[in-house]
């Protein structure tokens, strides 16, 4: 990306950073007020503000009522952080199948201690609500819903999604909501809607297994994209791959990227959508995390900005509030009928009462109350399992500093094979996802993801310190 | 097919109702006993009785107890079997989304006299017991399904599903089924693990519109093959086919097949695999409709007979219990893995409330008793519909003689054009399926399908009327 192309506060943000990385800003430090940034750097008082929220949002200040910004104070250890993923020379056939659905198997198996599978626990999601219901709609209005529905799903769900979309400045009708089954459906709808086998994805890296699991069965290839463990996606490098090869779309997480959990700033994120639409290449999105901030508020997908002209925009409940329901959507503007055409085509259409029950619950109001509360709960067991992570694994260890959602990477040194620190904790009673199920080809063997979706309690804590353990063992070997 | 390979039986089938249609036997009359007509035609006493029993499922005898068996009374008018379809000189590129989709938004419309879409009534389907199982479920034990579910589906599920295939010889550890967003994920689910896009795929002509839908959404063709309308698929004529074309795979249904309603004889069913064996082809049955049968017993599906060597099963519990619930299932023997794949590729797993209480509804012993209460219901809607579509419609009409489901094909001369009466049906506030949507090649527009889904009431039956009068006045111009 040029400087042309960098907003102003983006560029204050990154001198700040240095400055604390230099030592020239010391961990509990007040910076200055944002009225003396803005004189000093000649920025108006709003994009001053604005740098220090950005630096808020990444964990590198802190705000205190009535006092000001601090400089965040570093963790236990310091881990730094992981290295930007390299580009790749071309695109990959996906051959992931077999590991993703081997570390699913291993992930719902209660036995193990559950690093693995990036999903929340159904007691700590506390859907008690949601689940009433449901059962108060199948016992009351069973028979008036024991129906096929429009395949676009039910009108009322559609009606409470459109409305929440706006809050983020996603402008929608709910005739542009098509509800699936969960955020997979989502993607496979849109990336059958853009593109045919053969045809080529552009995907960060790491990324999504799911999602490289759904491009293999697809026919489609993947092109991985070098990704920034705090700013995101490099968009000079986007640039450079669209201005030589033939990209069908781009399937990017909005905020809060699986594995890595970094956000992109509005001004990248701008910037990203000007080079695509240079390009006219479309843009998936998922945002399956976006309401999984511990920022000040919740950032904009990518929707937001280019108003959805070719941007498909896929989402679900599946991170926040229920899993067990199989409730997400898309919204794909002028591509809403081919999006509703393939979902006729693949699965009719979506159960009825558990839409019901969902559309009532948002209705209801309670989503936002639950949602404060498990975004809480999930900085929180990041807060706990990076301190253990420094406590336990080995120095060299470096980890990543999410932002959102409830998932941490650890990168190792070059030559540690986290297949066989899996193979070992698998042992142990112990299950993480392998760092190399992230990448179409296969990188990343000397990382691996750990998920946080469980309430924090001795047996978690036990196990991030056996596994930090093995992780020095073998690299004392 | 070829006299040696049809079975005894199916040759004095065919006699008896030879001997019916030319006046030798009258309706009402009394035909042989099983023991004479086992002596005069030198067969053994069980092929005599199956005989008479092929017969019976055909609706062309009727049993009385201790009595014996008679030739069925003919309906009023006595309107004459549809045409067998001819068969076509090549696989044709579907084309038929757009058709598909208009038709099902208007079957939706609940301001319409639904004879348009294949879905029986809520109301009519009785699921009170089911969704009380499921409002249980959800506030007794929502927390602890609020979780993904293995991408194969719920273990109890699966159980009940395979105890219930032993039952017709279709033998099935849990491991062997998946199970799916109804019976239209099955087949996505089946199509892509045996084809790619530009294959061709032998399918019954006329055949179900949302199997066409999805082979075009799929990129792939559909060869048809002529059906007759009481005996089902044409063998000579797909042994000929196989023996010219490659095709991929064949989607059939297994029984009462939509829209004649017409079911094969088990000796058919055998010669059928038995061409396919011989070219290695591997057939996608559809058996949705076959619980629904007004016969003695349930029909055996393809499966029963090979063992599922080359043949994947699709099944849902949406024709018979629970549209609104989207459950349904596959099984693939030697591609199970291939299946669970793409199901985890698609669409991740299935929503876990509504398979366990589906679960728990089989396991409860209440199926039966509900599937016997529907089943007469269907007959004697189907009774009743004939009944006065052979009083209203013009006398030319030939009509269906469905032996189970829940749906009438009407075939009207060869200048009728259903696409214009339908137009005029929906501004009487009539919706039906006018006959073009069951053909790639858009063949049958003077043709269509009534479905007979709904409770009969004055409002049906006025319905029916008013169609059959449209009918008339368009013939008459």
Not at 177 to 199: F, H, M, N, Q, R
Not at 396 to 414: A, D, I, N, Q, Y
Request: net charge positive.
């Amino acid at each position: 990306m040029t400087a042309a192309t960098t907003f102003r506060y983006e560029q204050l943000a990154g001198l700040i950073t240095a400055m604390i990385d230099n030592g020239t800003l010391a961990p509990g430090a007040r910076v200055p007020s944002v009225r003396t940034l803005s004189i000093r750097h000649g920025v108006s008082m709003s994009t001053a503000l604005k740098t220090y929220r950005t630096l808020e949002d990444r964990g590198v200040l802190v705000a205190r009522p009535q006092s000001g910004f601090y400089v965040a104070a570093p963790r236990n250890g310091a881990f730094a952080l992981p290295s930007m993923s390299r580009r790749r020379a071309k695109a990959s056939t996906v051959s992931i199948s077999g590991a993703v659905a081997a570390l699913l198997e291993y992930s719902s198996n209660r036995a193990f201690i559950p690093f693995g599978c990036a999903v929340p626990d159904g007691e700590l999601l506390g859907s008690k609500r949601l689940d009433v219901a449901l059962a108060r709609a199948a016992r009351r209005e069973g028979a008036r819903y024991n129906v096929y529905g429009p395949p676009q799903g039910e009108l009322s769900l559609r009606g409470e999604i459109a409305k929440r979309a706006m809050r983020v400045e996603h402008m929608l009708s709910p005739d542009d909501v098509v509800i699936t089954s969960g955020c997979t459906e989502a993607l496979t709808l849109a990336l059958t809607a853009v593109a045919k086998p053969g045809d080529t994805i552009a995907v960060e890296s790491p990324t999504y297994m799911g999602l490289l699991h759904t491009l293999e069965m697809l026919g489609l290839k993947a092109f991985e994209l070098p990704v920034d463990p705090t700013r995101g996606i490099d968009v000079g490098a986007l640039a450079q791959l669209l201005a030589t090869e033939r990209v069908a779309a781009c399937a990017f997480a909005s905020n809060f990227n699986n594995p890595l959990g970094s956000a992109m700033s509005e001004a990248d994120k701008r910037a990203l959508l000007a080079v695509l639409a240079r390009y006219d290449v479309p843009l998936i999105e998922d945002d399956v995390y976006g309401d999984l901030y511990f920022g000040r508020e919740r950032p904009k997908p990518f929707v937001a900005f280019d108003g959805g002209a070719n941007t498909i925009y896929c989402s679900s409940f599946s991170k926040s509030l229920a899993p067990g329901y199989r409730i997400g959507w898309i919204t794909a503007r002028g591509r809403t009928q081919r999006v509703i055409e393939r979902k006729l085509a693949f699965s009719l259409c979506g159960a009825v009462l558990p839409q019901i029950a969902v559309a009532e619950f948002l209705a209801s109001g309670a989503y936002d109350t639950h949602l404060r509360s498990v975004r809480r709960v999930f900085q929180d067991n990041l807060v706990h399992m990076a301190r253990v992570v420094e406590a336990s694994f080995p120095p060299e260890t470096k980890m990543s500093r999410p932002v959102g959602g409830f998932v941490l990477w650890l990168e190792l040194p070059k030559h540690f094979d986290s297949r066989a620190l899996f193979d070992e904790a698998l042992k142990q009673g112990i299950c993480f996802a392998p760092g190399d199920v992230f990448s179409a080809s296969r990188r990343f063997r000397n990382c691996l993801r750990l998920s946080a979706g469980h309430g924090w309690d001795d047996r978690i804590e036990d196990g991030v310190q056996r596994l930090g353990q093995l992780a020095r063992e073998q690299l004392a070997q």
